[in-house]
C-alpha cells in the first residue's frame, strides 16, 4: 500500500517527546505532519513516557520560569538558584570529560528555556520539581540544587498526555502500531519510509521525514556488541520499541554515526521488584536516587564508589554501570534510622520494593547473603573515618568526607542508629549515546559528510551531545530543542 505522495509535507518517525516537538513546529508552519508511532496507543510515549519529566533549562532564578510553571503556595518562601547557558555547558563538558559536540552543546544550553516556553505556550504544562530537587530547611522555605528546577506535571505521563491533546489540536495525524523499517530514497533524497502495520507492508511518502525512533537499549545484541559484554544483561528501565531499526534504516541508506556509541545512561534500579522492566505503573519509582546519603556495598560487604563524588544529578547516569560491573552485577544502598525519613518518598515508598531490614549490621548482612564481619567492618571503617567538625547538609557539596578507600567527598553520615537498611539494585540502562551524526538543524549527514535532503533526526537518535556520563534533563530538553529546530525546517 503506498499513500499519495502529496497528501502529507512531514512524516516523523516516533511518538516520544522529540518526535511530538518537531511535529509540533512544523504543524504551526502550517505542514500537514503524519508521525508514525511503533507502539499502540496503550504502550505509546516510548522513553518520554517513563521520564519524572525533569527538564534542564537555562534560566536567571525563580522570576525568570515564574510564569511558565504552574502556581504553587510554596514559591513565597522558595530559593531556585540561577542556572546560566555557561554553567549548563560547563556541566555537559565536566559529565562528559569534553566529548560533548560544542555546536550542539551551544544550542542546548541558549534554547532551553525558550523551547521550553514555546511547549507551555501551546498547552504542554510545567512546574517547579520540590519532590525531587530541593531541600526543605529548617525554617520551611525550600532550596533548589543540582541545576535542575523544572519538570513535566503528572511526569512524563503529564508530558505525552499533553503532547498528544496539542498534536490533535494543530491537526497532525497520529498512527500507532505502525513500525518503520526502512527509508525510501528517490534520485539521492529521502522521500518516505516504509512500515510494518497489522495489515501488512505500507510505504508512505513525504517531502521530508523526521527521525525520532530513540536509541538502542532495547536491543540484547546491540547492546552487546557496541557497549560490552554484560550489557545484554541490563534491565530496560523504558520502552521496549527503542531497539536500532530505525538507526540501521538510515545508516542503511548511507548516514554517519554520530557521537559515542559506545556508552549509554545506565542507573541503580530495583534489583527484587519483580516487574523491574519496562514497567508503565512503576516507571521511574523503580529508581533508587538517595544514594548520596548513604553508602553502596557490593555483595562481598565492600564499597566500590564514591557516592558523594557530586550531587546525585552528576553522578547517577555513570553509576548503573559501576554496578553492572559487580560480582553478580548487584549491590545495596545502605541507610540507617536517621537517614532513612530522608530518602525520596515516591522511590523508596514504592509499592513492592525490593529492601531488607533489621536491627543490627550483622542480621542484615544475613538476610542479604553478605558476610558479616565483612560488610561490619566496612561500615566501622566508613563511621570512623568521617570528618565530623563539618556539618551534614545535602542542599550543598557540604564538604564533609569519609576518607577511607574509596572516599565518600560529601554528605557522610555515620551509620549507627537502627533500624539498616539494604536496598538491592542492579544496572538499569535509560538510552544509548551513539546516534547519527547532524547538523545543529539536525540535517542528517551522510559518510562522506554532505547532508542528505529530506532526511532529519532529533533526540535520542541525534549523536553528538553526551558521552560516558550526562547531566540529569537533558535528554527532555534536547529533545524539545531540536526537536523544534528540525520541525521549523522540515
Ligand atoms: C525511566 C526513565 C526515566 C527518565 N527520566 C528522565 C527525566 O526525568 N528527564 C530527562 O530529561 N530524561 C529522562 N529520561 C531520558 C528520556 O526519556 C529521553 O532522553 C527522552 O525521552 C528521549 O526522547 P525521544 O523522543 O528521543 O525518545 P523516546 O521518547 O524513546 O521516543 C522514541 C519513540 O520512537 C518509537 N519507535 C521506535 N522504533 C520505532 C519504529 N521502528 N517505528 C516507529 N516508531 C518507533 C518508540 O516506540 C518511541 O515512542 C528517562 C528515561 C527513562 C527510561
Known sequence: MQNTSDEYDVIVVGGGNAGFSAAHAAATRGRRVLLLEKGLPDMAGGNSFYTAGATRINHNGLDDVRDFVEPDERQARTVVPPYSPEEYAA???KVTQGRNDPALTDVLVHESQAAVRW???LGVRYRLMYERQAYERADGSYLFWGGLHV????????LIRDHTAVAERLGTTVRYGVSVTGLVTEGGRVVGVTAETADGTEELRAESVVLAAGGFESNPEWRKQYLGDGWENAIVRGTPYNTGAVLQAALDVGAARGGDWGSAHSVQWDAECEENESNRVLTNRLTRQSYPLGIIVNNEGRRFLDEGAD????TYAKYGKVILQQPGSIAYQIFDATLRPMLRTEEYDMPGIGVHVADSIEELAASIHVDPVRLATTITEF???IDRS???DPTVKDGRAAHVDPPKSNWASPLETGPFYAYPVTCGITFT??????TTDGQVIDTNGDIMPGLLVCGEMLGGLFSGNYPGGSGLAAGM???RRAGQIA
Open 433 to 438: 549515546f551513539g546516534g547519527l551524526k547532524a
Open 151 to 158: 519538570g513535566n506535571v503528572d511526569g512524563g505521563e503529564g
Open 311 to 314: 550531587f546525585r544529578n552528576y
Open 481 to 483: 530543542v531540536f526537536g
Open 390 to 392: 563539618l556539618p551534614f
Open 383 to 385: 563511621n570512623d573515618s
Open 119 to 121: 511547549l507551555q505556550s
Open 91 to 93: 556541566d555537559l563538558a
